[in-house]
């Protein structure tokens, strides 16, 4: 799949040289500049709005979220309704160790919530992963309810519909404490964990691994035909997106410092598959754009009116799936090409 | 009251509300089957047909019957018009552009029904020969509980006979078995899809109206029983009438029953057995081999 990057003799170099699609293949996972700009933006908000922290922690676990999302669904092509199972899973795992005073350290708490989540992921992949199109769909969107309602007949334990209230977290490396009333501490924690995250995801996808997932996603008969082990790669794929679901979660229970069963709701699932959707699946940045577009909305439009909000959200999503498949990414790309082979005409 | 009247009572109720979801859903499963399209708006439709019936009949007084086929009617036209200009164009798309289109439709749908109706929910104003009690020997049970479960019953016996027995519903069948060969036969597939489309909605629209007693009826009505929706028709097989039948009347029961005795997560009995099912048959119960 990637032969062109892995072999850097000089030969193999020379040839592909000449040829602007090997030229493409063998830069593609290069680190670009304007990569940068997302972690600028995130810094540069922590210094210029102080008071919106609170908005910018929502904001980061809904991206690392729906990178998790993006994972199964952009890259590997599992079209799925109910990935807040693992998003829930993770947010319970933190909760009700934090809650029961078990265990509150941030960092290990979240290593916890990842264990747990892939944990459900590998098992109902196992199961799920043997079915496709509405009957996956289905599964995915039970499972999710069988969770939820798990958790709330548990209540005893969950603190069912109203959920756990606030968690103790201890201090991040021990110093770091989370102030309830001024996020500072826990933005540059979300901060960093989407970007230890970030890096793991783009190394992945642009890994051999990687790459037979997209080959899954585009032509699974072909796949099979050359020898891949797909089931196997769709299993540990969803595991991986599971346990980046269950950081997410947990990172959501360490910020807010609740959880409620809202964290396993199917809102929460349709959400980021809109959050995804709307910023350009499989393609990385997809769930930044994504992100930062439909909480900026929904934060600013869905307090002057709600209503106005669903409609315009409702209509948002329309012209996406009719004009703009590729979400606003790719509106954007197909733009940028446009004016460019308009200027190379000219 | 001794156990089986208990037990009647209990069994008439989850009975008409699972006629109450056979009537939203069959059309569903029926488009589903034959063009494959994820139509997750579709109970918006059985939203819009609901309002326009309760709406018509509280406002503008019109008769019970002449409501329902106001509903059906209205419902049907709108589904026409919608699937005309836009859900054509997304037939070839993606399952994902599918379920993000008819999201988006849901939301519009709530919020249109927000800004003209109000956020409110409405209640069904019985006609006054449907509303007492009726006698049944062992046990007296309301009237229009008995009522759904017979019409409910009568809806599916027509349609199951308009599928065995006529020519459009031959073609339905064939198309829903295999498309690509039905319109290499000549069936006018687009044609039978509009159809087809045009009369679910209007049953929606009619289960809305019927079932606002059960299921309520207010702006959120589309998304709160979208699983119950595809539920039914996945475990009941795509495109099978009477899997999707008998695939509602379970659920109505079983719903019924876990809400009465397991008020807190008692549906999680529900989604554990929806699981197994299509494990064990992934087409449904009543589904046809996938080609």
Known sequence: ?346 | MNFAADFAGILLGGLAAGTVLFIVSVGLSVTMGLMGFVNLAHGAFAMFGGYLIVLAMNRAHFGFATAIALGFVGTAALSVLLERTLYRRLYRAGELDQVLFTIGLIFIFIAAIVIVVGPESQTLQLPPALSGQLNLGLVSYRTYSIFLIVVGFLIALGIWLTFERTRIGGQIRATVDNRRMAESLGIDVDRLFTITFAFGSGMAGIGGGLGAEFLGLDPQYPLKYLVYFLIVVSVGGLGSVIGVYYASLLLGVLDFVLTLYLPKGGTIFIYAITILILLARPQGLFGRKES
């Open chain 1, 1 to 346: 799949m990637s032969v062109a990057a892995s072999s850097g003799d000089a030969a193999s170099v020379a040839a592909a040289s000449e040829n602007s699609a090997a030229l493409m293949l063998m830069r593609r996972h290069r680190f670009r500049w304007w990569e940068a700009l997302p972690w600028i933006a995130g810094i540069a908000l922590y210094l210029a709005f102080p008071d919106y922290l609170g908005f910018g922690c929502d904001l980061l676990v809904t991206i690392l979220f729906a990178l998790s999302l993006d994972l199964a669904l952009g890259y590997a092509g599992i079209i799925t309704l109910g990935h807040a199972a693992f998003f829930g899973a993770g947010a319970y795992t933190v909760g009700m160790l934090a809650s029961y005073n078990l265990w509150t350290e941030p960092i290990t708490s979240l290593l916890m919530a990842a264990a747990v989540a892939a944990a459900i992921g590998f098992l109902s992949g196992l199961v799920l992963l043997r079915t496709t199109g509405l009957t996956f769909l289905m599964l995915t969107i039970c499972t999710m309810a069988l969770l939820e309602q798990a958790a709330n007949m548990a209540y005893p334990y969950t603190g069912g519909f109203d959920g756990l209230p606030s968690l103790p977290i201890a201090p991040v490396f021990g110093i770091f404490e989370f102030n309830p009333l001024y996020a500072n501490t826990q933005y540059l924690f979300a901060l960093g964990v989407l970007f230890v995250c970030f890096v793991f995801v783009r190394i992945l996808v642009y890994s051999p691994f990687g790459q037979s997932l997209t080959g899954i996603r585009e032509n699974v008969l072909r796949m099979h035909a050359i020898g891949s082990p797909v089931r196997r790669r769709l299993i540990v794929c969803y595991s991986i997106s599971a346990a980046l679901a269950g950081i997410a979660g947990g990172l959501w229970a360490q910020t807010t410092a609740y959880v409620n069963l809202s964290a396993l709701g199917l809102d929460r699932a349709a959400t980021v598959l809109i959050v995804l959707i709307l910023g350009g699946y499989g393609r990385l940045y997809g769930a930044f754009v994504g992100a930062v577009v439909y909480l900026a909305l929904e934060h600013f439009l869905a307090q002057i009116y709600p209503t106005a909000w669903q409609l315009g959200l409702g209509l948002l999503l329309v012209l996406i799936a009719l004009f703009a498949r590729n979400g606003i990414l790719g509106l954007g790309e197909t733009l940028w090409r446009r004016y460019v082979a308009r200027r190379g005409a000219s």
